[in-house]
């Protein structure tokens, strides 16, 4: 039998031998290698596209990370993590323009991780079918990760860089290319449009129609619409298709090139519906049709007939189809007797003259009028417009007599009859016809016969009227008024009567006194007849 001792001993011993084999156990699953791997796959959603287009590549990396030997989890996720990685989409062989350079991603753990959008640019000539395009994708990770209880961990890092290949259709299908556009619209006015538009594509587009918009006020469709759609059906291969649209250009809109947006809708062959990419239609309007005025003159007085005349003139740039001259005038006492008169029409540059009859009222006042003519006429597709005022000032000269009148001798004798001449001159600018003078006169005075007439009376023309003219015995030497009024027929068969015009007659007195006028005669005779014989009888006598 063993003693107490030994069995402690043999006790301590086994416990402090387990615990070292704890230790040693413990020490070993503190330490090791963990080894493993990133597996990167590009992948793209964007599968077709247009020939003729700029497109984005949506792109995505995903991470299928291999682990050759495991460990604690930070470790795992470390050999299995793609570091500073970066994507660069390579044109390489491929038609395709790519314009985005190498894109960063950063770390790209196990799973799938989104890559922003590449820009692609693809040519419109590119044939349709499926290419390949090259990717390099770059990144950082870790092959292994040595660590223990003693110490920090052991990284064995590495860069790796490696091409990958995404893959991309061409569609084969409808394609739109602009051809031309042409416009016959003016400022201020409305106009067509056509558009000629190509199916560059190889496929036929069905029930197709082209919507046009414009962006700004200043041009618009129609009815004042921003958009408008023309009508096109099936529209095959290679054929030229031209759309005509209806557009007005705002009265301010400037003389500048404006630009619209045309896009086809259209179903395809598999009957999907489609638009096409935007095209640009550039028009540049004519200016705005205008015209003036040259050579004109008035010849306008306060209460008479006149005329004011004159020449349009056409700016351009189309031809005025049956234009009209209005005349227009704010001024009351201005009566117009026709306000439009008719030219024949006016190819750019050429003229018509046209000629208005104005009568002015005695009401009216010498002054400057402001005359306002437009010209209203037809446009290219028989739409009646009306052009901006031509604005005029014309001077209205005062009024005058139209006549003057003149007495050839303006002395009566009291108590006795005579006749008085009266010089009337034509004063106006216009031949006068059956030119009637109405005398009055009063007491004293009187008249039996005070009425004259004359057939015609042209311009500066002075013709004399003769009326019969008595005295009464008791007047007093001095000046009487005699008053004539004419009336008489204007060339346009308007009758008119002038005013009353005053001449002073003056009524004299006979002398009385002296020897009676007979007797005086007959001693005249005898003293003639007394010498006549005494020189006869001397002249016999010799």
């Given at each position: 039998?063993?003693?107490?001792?030994?069995?402690?001993f043999l006790v301590v011993l086994v416990v402090v031998s387990a615990v070292a084999a704890t230790g040693v156990a413990a020490g070993q699953s503190s330490s090791g290698t963990v080894i493993g791997r990133p597996a990167l796959e590009l992948y793209t959603s964007t599968s077709e596209?247009?020939?003729?287009?700029?497109?984005?590549?949506?792109?995505?990396?995903?991470?299928?990370?291999?682990?050759?030997?495991?460990?604690?989890?930070?470790?795992?996720?470390?050999?299995?993590?793609?570091?500073?990685?970066?994507?660069?989409?390579?044109?390489?062989?491929?038609?395709?323009?790519?314009?985005?350079?190498?894109?960063?991603?950063?770390?790209?753990?196990?799973?799938?991780?989104?890559?922003?959008?590449?820009?692609?640019?693809?040519?419109?000539?590119?044939?349709?079918?499926?290419?390949?395009?090259?990717?390099?994708?770059?990144?950082?990770?870790?092959?292994?990760?040595?660590?223990?209880?003693?110490?920090?961990?052991?990284?064995?890092?590495?860069?790796?860089?490696?091409?990958?290949?995404?893959?991309?259709?061409?569609?084969?299908?409808?394609?739109?290319?602009?051809?031309?556009?042409?416009?016959?619209?003016?400022?201020?006015?409305?106009?067509?449009?056509?558009?000629?538009?190509?199916?560059?594509?190889?496929?036929?587009?069905?029930?197709?129609?082209?919507?046009?918009?414009?962006?700004?006020?200043?041009?618009?469709?129609?009815?004042?619409?921003?958009?408008?759609?023309?009508?096109?059906g099936t529209w095959e291969p290679g054929a030229n298709e031209t759309v005509d649209y209806t557009v007005a250009f705002d009265d301010d809109a400037a003389l500048r090139s404006y630009s619209l947006t045309a896009r086809v809708e259209y179903e395809d062959t598999d009957g999907i519906?489609?638009?096409?990419?935007?095209?640009?239609?550039?028009?540049?309007?004519?200016?705005?049709?205008?015209?003036?005025?040259?050579?004109?003159g008035a010849t306008l007085r306060v209460g008479e007939d006149g005329t004011f005349t004159g020449t349009v003139v056409n700016d351009g740039p189309d031809t005025a189809r049956d234009p009209v001259v209005v005349l227009r005038s704010s001024n009351p006492n201005v009566d117009i007797?026709?306000?439009?008169?008719?030219?024949?029409?006016?190819?750019?540059?050429?003229?018509?003259?046209?000629?208005?009859?104005?009568?002015?009222?005695?009401?009216?006042?010498?002054?400057?009028?402001?005359?306002?003519?437009?010209?209203?006429?037809?446009?290219?597709?028989?739409?009646?417009?009306?052009?901006?005022?031509?604005?005029?000032?014309?001077?209205?000269?005062?009024?005058?007599?139209?006549?003057?009148?003149?007495?050839?001798?303006?002395?009566?004798?009291?108590?006795?009859?005579?006749?008085?001449?009266?010089?009337?001159?034509?004063?106006?600018?216009?031949?006068?016809?059956?030119?009637?003078?109405?005398?009055?006169?009063?007491?004293?005075?009187?008249?039996?016969?005070?009425?004259?007439?004359?057939?015609?009376?042209?311009?500066?023309?002075?013709?004399?009227?003769?009326?019969?003219?008595?005295?009464?015995?008791?007047?007093?030497?001095?000046?009487?008024?005699?008053?004539?009024?004419?009336?008489?027929?204007?060339?346009?068969?308007?009758?008119?009567?002038?005013?009353?015009?005053?001449?002073?007659?003056?009524?004299?007195?006979?002398?009385?006194?002296?020897?009676?006028?007979?007797?005086?005669?007959?001693?005249?005779?005898?003293?003639?007849?007394?010498?006549?014989?005494?020189?006869?009888?001397?002249?016999?006598?010799?």
């Amino acid at each position: 039998m063993s003693s107490p001792h030994r069995t402690t001993f043999l006790v301590v011993l086994v416990v402090v031998s387990a615990v070292a084999a704890t230790g040693v156990a413990a020490g070993q699953s503190s330490s090791g290698t963990v080894i493993g791997r990133p597996a990167l796959e590009l992948y793209t959603s964007t599968s077709e596209v247009e020939p003729g287009t700029e497109t984005e590549l949506d792109l995505v990396l995903s991470n299928d990370g291999q682990l050759n030997r495991g460990g604690p989890a930070e470790y795992e996720t470390r050999v299995t993590t793609a570091r500073g990685t970066s994507v660069e989409v390579e044109d390489g062989a491929t038609p395709f323009e790519i314009t985005t350079g190498r894109v960063a991603v950063g770390e790209v753990p196990r799973g799938t991780t989104a890559v922003d959008p590449v820009s692609i640019t693809v040519p419109e000539t590119v044939d349709p079918g499926r290419y390949r395009i090259p990717v390099t994708v770059s990144y950082v990770h870790t092959l292994s990760v040595e660590y223990d209880s003693l110490g920090a961990p052991k990284y064995n890092d590495i860069t790796r860089e490696e091409t990958q290949y995404i893959a991309v259709r061409v569609r084969d299908g409808s394609r739109f290319e602009l051809r031309g556009s042409e416009t016959t619209a003016q400022v201020g006015d409305t106009g067509s449009l056509s558009v000629d538009i190509e199916n560059t594509g190889t496929r036929p587009a069905r029930d197709a129609s082209v919507v046009l918009s414009s962006e700004t006020d200043e041009l618009t469709f129609g009815s004042r619409s921003e958009s408008s759609t023309g009508y096109v059906g099936t529209w095959e291969p290679g054929a030229n298709e031209t759309v005509d649209y209806t557009v007005a250009f705002d009265d301010d809109a400037a003389l500048r090139s404006y630009s619209l947006t045309a896009r086809v809708e259209y179903e395809d062959t598999d009957g999907i519906e489609r638009t096409s990419e935007a095209m640009t239609v550039g028009l540049r309007p004519a200016p705005e049709q205008s015209f003036r005025l040259r050579d004109t003159g008035a010849t306008l007085r306060v209460g008479e007939d006149g005329t004011f005349t004159g020449t349009v003139v056409n700016d351009g740039p189309d031809t005025a189809r049956d234009p009209v001259v209005v005349l227009r005038s704010s001024n009351p006492n201005v009566d117009i007797d026709s306000r439009e008169y008719a030219l024949g029409e006016l190819a750019p540059d050429e003229r018509g003259d046209f000629a208005f009859d104005v009568s002015v009222s005695d009401g009216a006042s010498a002054s400057t009028q402001q005359f306002n003519l437009s010209v209203r006429y037809r446009n290219d597709r028989g739409d009646t417009r009306l052009s901006d005022p031509l604005n005029e000032q014309v001077v209205i000269e005062g009024q005058r007599d139209r006549f003057s009148v003149e007495a050839v001798d303006r002395t009566v004798v009291v108590g006795e009859s005579t006749t008085l001449e009266l010089r009337v001159t034509n004063e106006g600018d216009e031949p006068l016809r059956d030119v009637e003078a109405k005398a009055f006169v009063q007491a004293p005075l009187s008249s039996d016969d005070d009425e004259g007439i004359v057939s015609t009376l042209d311009p500066g023309e002075t013709t004399t009227i003769v009326i019969g003219l008595a005295t009464g015995s008791n007047a007093l030497e001095k000046s009487y008024p005699v008053s004539l009024d004419l009336q008489y027929e204007l060339p346009d068969g308007d009758t008119q009567v002038s005013s009353t015009y005053r001449v002073p007659v003056t009524a004299e007195r006979q002398e009385s006194g002296g020897l009676p006028l007979v007797p005086v005669g007959l001693a005249a005779s005898a003293v003639v007849a007394v010498g006549l014989f005494v020189w006869f009888r001397r002249d016999g006598g010799d």
